[in-house]
């Protein structure tokens, strides 16, 4: 960037000459909703920033909070929140709205004082959320030296004095010679006021962010040092960036693309600064911007591919006092997840409800949740939804759930099998595009042989005759004391079942009576299929021995809705490979699955690739903490549910994985996973076909603009990079750079990292930054976590998220990667 650019660059937001947005920088009173009963006023105002809201104490004026309009996902009108809904008697829906932030971070539900003031909020906002989507690369460095230079100028005179320059310094994690920093500041002072005014003060920036490692790879391929011209960015993208085919046409489109300097795309040739923004931009990125988008082959079987998976979805905290929302739901789904979970218990007032059952969580309402189901299921992945429902309801509100369901889902509810020339497997993401799937308990037919089980699940027409009849619904949901009656006295439920006459009673076609009598009697017994409780085996009643098996009564309709996830309990492998039919899915707690992948990993794989299999948390987990993922998706198992609610390393792999692929919940697994015909071992990936090891070279070169971490004043960042592989046993390892003294701000390293991949396509790659402290534990800045098929080779940035998966832009890594396929035995 010349001077000239320099000096035109504006700190300030063209935010004070829009009428959207003047009122909310003259700030409102409105009421801050936390409950029915926690409810105060509060004052509301956007900063001169344009990008920080300040939230103000109405008594005293103290700032409470103050949170960037950046963190903002959405904005809903209304009574769109749970707390908003609890109060709509009291305040009218014109008035209300909720700022729904990214990440784990609560809603914010206000109150405005009118309509009017709140129709204000909300455009504005909105307006604002706009603006910061739009930005250019420029403008957001611009912005970012805006907001250095708000927090810099304590008395807010518009100017810095050199003690605002030092303490400014500290807030950017550089500890810089004083006279260093003092040979800085009167370079950038060129009206010599011993102030930097605005113009000046980007003059200093540019000078503290000058980046002497990018510098040093463009003079590398630089024929004069000055730029890079037409071959010589040629050179760069075919041997650094390992860019296939790369041409003078690519380096063209890459110069007209990033190039800020008319004068050098005229040559044409890239300078310093367009040698940065590319570097800088999606395709400088680690993520390989290609798998960014759907990408993989989406008509194969469903359990061909791991399916991003919650447990005990309506849960927002731990699992014992925890509150139960619609949040939950909602956050999940955003995210991509494609399996929630429904825990239904008997509810007052003939509704089900939803809860962890035997615990003192709040409950929230099953039509409620199915109603948040039905608004968000395909916002962010058109690809099949799979409701996993733990039913303990008795047979009256099993009928009330599969009312809601048909009523509610409409068409989107899957209730009759696909069209599907291969009727001896799943159906693919692709053929259940925008439906939702019922994962539960089925009843079986009187006749058990295996041909007869598999014309219900091939006959729509069945399906729809049970489905179609509303007399049938209506007499049991309309009737609580006979359904009362059949639910508790399984004799009796035996006699509606050999009983034409009084069915006749009720339908008029003695010949269908007869035949649904026979077949299909309205409640049923099946067997509970929930697993224990994952509880050391020394503390079970009857450690090793077969589990008891309980009898539940379940209502026809509600079983009707399950289609291709009927859950049944697992018994051995060889059972599975004898008896299992391929709709059928089993569910495991984690430490089964552990053992059933130590005792016999590659007959886990092999059932995997042609049938469903769910993994949960274990019951000791109250503080809804996870396992670890990757044990399960090393042998192919495809609903691996976690705690969303719950940010660290676990979550950081699931949101990893699922970054690709559009982000749509899907992803393909390998093919040695979905192979029915060779078997793969995880603890032995060399022995299969195929089988390619490669080597992964990181040189970790340098770090950008950390977040602070400390909030004692002065503290400064040590930081170091973790470097972590995870996949199957053989692969996983972690390596780890120095530490720098007091630099959080433009780190060096230059340290290289090596790990061989045996099984590449299971691995992930987590990049961790951390503070270094040799007294305590090492406090936590930042992570980046991917799929090793998903990086991209060449000098590359690594983005930094927070714990809670939320960017921490523009903190990034510059890093250096290599990978060469190494000779197979």
Known sequence: MTEQEMASTTIFPCTHGDAYLQPLMVGSVMRKVKSRSRNKQRYFKLQDDGVNICELSKEDGKAQFTFSVGDVESVREGHQSEVLQSIADEFPANRCFTLVFRGRRGNLDLVAESAEEAQTWVKGVRKLMEHLESMTPKE??????????RKADKNKDGRMNFKEVRDLLKMMNIDMNEHHALHLFRLADRSKSETLEDEEFVVFYKMLTKREDVLRVFKDYSGDGQKLSLMDLEDFLRDEQQESGSSQERALEVINRYEPSEAAKRIPAMSIDGFLMYLSSAEGSIFNSKLQGICQDMSQPLSHYFISSSHNTYLLEDQLIGQSSVEGYIRALKRGCRCVELDCWDGSNGEPIIYHGHTFTSKILFKDVIIAVEKYAFRASEYPLILSMENHCGVEQQAVMAQHLQRILGDKLLRSPVDSKLPDRLPSPQELIGKILIKGKKISRVDKSPSRADRVDKSPSRADRVDKSPSRADRVDKSPS???RVDKSPSRAGRVDKSPSRAGTVDKSPSRVDRVEAEEPLVAEVS?????????????????SPRQR?????????SDCVVYCKSVQFTSF???????????????????????????GADFVHHNARQLTRIYPG????????????????????????NFQTAGEEMDLNDGLFNQNGRCGYVLKPKF?????????????????EYQPVRLAIQVISGQQFPKVSKKEGSIVDPFVRVEVHGVPLDEAKQETRYIDNNGFNPLWYDTVQFVLHAPELALVRFVVEDYDHASKNDFIGQYTLPFTCIQPGYRHVPLLSKDGTSLSPSSLFVHIRITKLNSP
């Open 140 to 149: 957001r460095i611009d912005q970012w030296i805006g907001d250095w230079f």
């Open 482 to 484: 006979r359904a009362g």
């Open 528 to 544: 509970d299929e929930e697993e224990d409780a994952d509880v050391p085996e020394e503390n079970s009643h009857h450690a090793g």
């Open 550 to 558: 309980h009898k539940t009564h379940l209502f026809r309709q509600l």
């Open 574 to 600: 060889e059972h599975s490979r004898l008896h299992s039919k391929f709709y059928e899915i089993s569910s495991f707690t984690e430490s089964k699955a552990r053992k059933l992948i130590r005792s016999a």
């Open 619 to 642: 019951g000791l987990r109250t503080d809804s903490s996870n396992y670890d993922p990757q044990d399960m998706w090393n042998v192919g198992c495809q609903l691996v549910a976690l």
């Open 673 to 689: 996973l979905r192979c029915c015909k060779r078997r793969f071992d995880p603890d032995n990936p060399q022995d299969r076909e």
